[in-house]
């Protein structure tokens, strides 16, 4: 069986299913709850900035997750 282990929390994906209990986003895994935080934490940083051109989202998103993984 295949493990996941969520690259932000850390924590171990219970019977792992992508899309169902975890993502993966540019290589890496994510728990849902960890997901939630990381588009809650991309829209905080889009307002900051007053920026709400889909370019802008991306790279945002991008950059949040990469935080979030480190
Ligand atoms: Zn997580």
Do not use: I, W
């Amino acid at each position: 069986m295949v493990q996941v282990f969520c690259d932000s929390c850390k924590k171990k994906v219970k019977e792992p299913s992508r899309g169902v209990n975890y993502v993966s986003e540019l290589g890496l895994d994510l728990c849902l709850s960890c997901r939630d935080e990381l588009v809650l934490e991309t829209g905080k940083a889009l307002s900051r900035k007053g920026a709400y051109l889909l370019k802008d989202y991306r790279g945002v998103y991008e950059h949040t997750l990469r935080k979030m993984c480190k």
